[in-house]
């Protein structure tokens, strides 16, 4: 009877993207600290990072991809990789889409097989059709003696597909399944996964291990949170989440016993702050092109969350936040933004700009009279803070930070060029009433996040007495009608919520608002995505439209 147990070694780490150099390094050096591994997993396209987009057509990216290969392959041993990047094979005869997504099957300074990815998944932040071809090959793989079926990503998501992946490698013998991934975060995604990959093994009666890539890349998150389940469809292992991890652990492949399931809980908020940081923390660093970041302050719950996540992901000395009071700023707010600032130890600048809003209004009163104040003006304040921000940033080579949330950014209830301005957004895929729960979790201890930031009516305070829900529903209801619309589309079935006692003019009222703000949303800054649905890469909606919602 052969051996049982396959030493594993799963390399849940963290790339970037193009520089193939330190990726390469990073191969080489977990291959080398455990050479006494039967096989060293990396996740999903690692090799280059995941998505490359249109860079896979750089003829600099294409050489180095292959030279790197080669590097990694003369410096093999016994122990065998399964390697994640792109191929490309020239008999393919779509010239469009001439690459494959692969993992190599590298041992003893060879190549010995490369499985290439059969599910091409074009939704959602996705766009592999784009680039890759896929090839409808099923073969198991051998390595230490195993049969092991290699599925990149999608592969094992197959329940909208016709073919069965993981079936098939099944039916040609596989005995273990191993799955790598770059597969982004929204909340409860590992959830998600964990349900398809336990059933899946459960039904087929294998092993499968799923290593996930981490790391953060434009607006998206990878958590990792790799597990290995059994036979049985039981979690034996899972590694940590939200950062790199190197795990050697022992794959009991034949005659598993029945053995307790290893199910972490956790929190979705504290998983949301793990990924708004870690998407934040690496945008910083891996650009490398800032000294600090710069928000600006208001004394409200968007501003206090987006500075809390900064000092987190960055270090309270990284970051500066701005308050830039006007004749409609409240003492209220000014006291809670100092209080902020103090908890969290971070820079705190007051910058009043009364006096340049009083210029701006003898400028306009001089050239076309006097006008009444309304929206206008409103705006304006936002437009020289923005002005006063962008400022700062340039002067001192911070990384400007966009405080806008879900909810406000979905009927537009923003200024461009105003408080949309920055080069990123931390809040924006939360809804307001998510923000609310989140910083009252980060205040379960103690108070960092001043108790009456939560508890004040919401208010931008660009005029007198003014208050959120002069201008919007309250955002229990209106985060309620906007998650139906970004879930579902316009024409959703509202009657649930009708049911909740919302009546249909308010809800018409977010749909128009909804719909007359795209062009809006087209021009925000890159936020982090922490929701199936969220404003960005994998949202695609013209702007210029014209839709009745009226007969719904």
């Not at 094992?156 to 039916?171: G, M, P, R, S, T």
């Not at 059933?199 to 790391?215: D, Q, T, W």
């Not at 500075?307 to 990284?318: R, S």
Request: some cysteine.
């Amino acid at each position: 009877m052969k051996n049982s147990t396959l030493k594993l070694c799963l390399a849940q780490l963290n790339p970037v993207v193009g520089d193939i150099e330190y990726n390469a390094n990073k191969i080489i050096d977990v291959v080398k600290k455990n050479q006494n591994a039967d096989l060293v997993i990396f996740p999903e396209m690692f090799l280059v990072g995941y998505p490359l987009m249109d860079h896979i057509h750089d003829p600099l990216i294409k050489r180095k991809n292959q030279e790197y290969i080669e590097k990694i392959r003369e410096f093999s041993s016994e122990t065998a990789i399964i390697l994640g990047t792109f191929t490309e094979s020239p008999k393919i005869e779509d010239k469009l889409h001439p690459f494959y997504n692969s993992a190599l099957i590298i041992q003893d300074k060879e190549i010995k097989a490369v499985v290439n990815k059969r599910l091409l998944p074009d939704y959602d932040v996705f766009n592999e059709r784009r680039y890759f071809t896929f090839e409808n090959k099923f073969d198991p793989v051998k390595i230490k003696g195993f049969n092991i079926g290699i599925l990149i990503c999608e592969d094992i998501w197959d329940d909208n597909y016709e073919i069965k992946v993981a079936q098939k490698l099944k039916e040609n013998g596989a005995e273990i399944l191993i799955v790598i991934n770059a597969s982004p975060y929204h909340i409860h995604k590992f959830e998600l996964r964990k349900r398809i990959i336990c059933r899946k093994a459960k039904e087929l009666s294998l092993p499968i291990v799923y290593l996930n890539m981490v790391g953060g890349l434009d607006e998206i998150v990878y958590d990792g949170q790799s597990f290995v389940v059994n036979e049985f469809g039981q979690i034996t292992f899972k590694s940590k989440s939200f950062g790199e991890s190197v795990d050697v652990l022992d794959l009991i492949v034949l005659n598993q016993k029945l053995s307790g399931n290893l199910d972490e809980k956790s929190d979705w908020k504290e998983d949301v702050l793990k990924a708004l940081k870690l998407n934040l923390h690496d945008y910083y660093y891996k650009s490398n092109i800032f000294k600090g970041v710069v928000l600006g302050l208001s004394g409200g719950v968007d501003s206090a969350f987006t500075a809390y996540v900064c000092a987190k992901a960055l270090g309270p000395k990284k970051v500066t936040a701005i308050m830039m009071p006007t004749r409609f700023t409240s003492q209220e707010s000014n006291n809670d933004a100092e209080k902020l600032c103090k908890n969290l130890k971070i820079n705190y600048i007051v910058h009043p700009i009364d006096d340049l809003f009083e210029k701006y209004e003898k400028s306009i009163e001089k050239h076309i009279g006097h006008v009444p104040f309304d929206i206008a003006d409103e705006n304006l304040q936002s437009r020289i803070r923005a002005t006063i921000l962008m400022y700062y940033s340039n002067k001192f080579d911070w990384l400007l930070i966009s405080t806008g949330n879900k909810s406000e950014l979905g009927v537009g209830y923003c200024t461009l060029y105003g408080d949309t301005n920055g080069g990123k957004n931390v809040p924006g895929d939360l809804l307001k009433v998510q923000i609310y729960d989140i910083c009252k979790y980060i205040n379960k201890e103690k108070e960092i996040i001043p108790d009456n930031i939560i508890k004040k009516a919401p208010t931008a305070e660009l005029r007198e007495n003014q208050k959120d829900i002069d201008s919007l529903p309250p955002y229990e209801i209106l985060d309620r009608i906007l998650e139906a619309i970004t879930t579902n589309g316009i024409g959703s079935d509202f009657e649930h919520l009708i049911k909740q006692g919302i009546d249909i003019k308010t809800i018409k009222k977010v749909e128009k608002l909804y719909l007359t703000s795209e062009y809006k949303r087209r021009q925000l800054v890159q936020t982090i995505k922490v929701s199936e649905s969220a404003f960005g890469i994998g949202r695609r909606y013209p702007v210029l439209k014209r839709i009745n919602t009226e007969d719904n």
